[in-house]
């Protein structure tokens, strides 16, 4: 099949189109911030990764723009060659003292990090062991590997281990999200850990969700654990707390110093640009000068649980500001979700294959510069929609 052919056999999206409630490439006309402008009329946004609300803070802008005026707007070239900038070492400095480790290396996406470094690590004698939900960057990187790929049941921890078990001398790599991104539960590392340590096996963190969110000063899911020393590969995001873009991975000297080497996915793309850097460094400053802002978002989390529960609406295990509300089947997510957007509130539709079929949902995500009132109005929105929707509702279980 040529691949024009393959493409004209592609046909739902277009059918979702047709019917008025295709949902993605929504273009937003301002800012990201607790409310956006979409098609000249405002809209609540509950579907941002700006936990922090830190997009729009006047620190990050002005570092962005002093940045492009002393580097320029790109590097023009990888960071192992001509692409290296005083500000990526900085930034690389101030991560690794933040994770609590020897030292930390930049990529210029969260994906390419989870490429890079699972296919560079995993050699044929290895094997890589995931939890069925991890995030896609970590399934393509298992599948960059030359070693096995083992996947065990969400957060069954009796499934992890049946799995070690069967690997015997090969070396393994546990890569774990720290917080789901579409169920927003937290892996279980405690467990995750003494397994890893039982069965010889390295634990890597995919910090993305966890960082400005989870533990002490929200150094992630490591922290919030109390596990810094016994992980030990951290990696994270700036795209979301961090109001930039590109990642990052932290470990021993030695293990950077190898990727550095070794990771294809740096080698062979183009650096991180000067004002992505110098954002994501003006957020990590003002995470850590403002704990305040990640209390806010706790307690903005919590009210948004109370009000979901107060409409029975099931919250399933999340535990964290990204909020699931479970539909059932993919159109009728897509209907909700347009609907929502027509009420004047945005949310994101998960549908199959990213979870199975009878299982869509809309998933929310909270800042900590939503106010209570926004958050009610939200909840009041959604209760309306999905009674207009036909949405069967329970109690929820959390």
Known sequence: ?????????FTIANDIRELGIYPYFRPIESDQDTEVIIEGKKVLMMGSNNYLGLTNHPEVKEAAIEAVNRYGTGCAGSRFL?????????????????TGKEAALLYSTGFQVNQGV?????GRDGAVIIDRTDHASIIDGCR???????????????????????????????VIDGVFSMEGDIANLPEIERLASEYDCDVMVDDAHSIGVLGPGGRGTSAHFGLEDRIQLIMGTFSKSLASIGGFVAGDAVLIDYLKHHSRALIFSASPPPASVASARAALRIMQREPERIDR??????HLWDGLK????????????????HIGDDLNTFRVCHRLQDEGVFVNPVVSPAVSSDSALIRLSIMSTHTFD??????????????ECGVER???RN
Request: glycine share 4%; aromatic share 4%.
């Open 1 to 9: 099949m040529r691949v024009k052919e393959r493409a004209e056999h």
């Open 394 to 396: 329970e109690p929820a």
């Open 118 to 122: 699972i296919s560079a690590l995993v």
């Open 82 to 98: 001509n692409g290296t900038l005083r500000i990526h070492l900085q930034l690389e400095e101030e991560l690794a003292e933040f």
């Open 144 to 174: 960059m590997s030359y070693g096995r790929t083992c996947k065990f049941e969400h957060n069954d921890m009796r499934a992890l281990e049946r799995v070690l078990s069967g690997l015997k001398d090969m070396n393994g790599l546990i």
């Open 310 to 325: 107060s409409i029975n609406v099931d919250i399933g295990r999340s535990q964290t500001p990204i909020v699931p509300v």
């Open 297 to 302: 978002l706790w307690d903005n989390t919590r």
């Open 374 to 387: 926004q958050i009610d109005r939200a909840v009041e929105t959604l209760d309306k929609v999905l009674d």
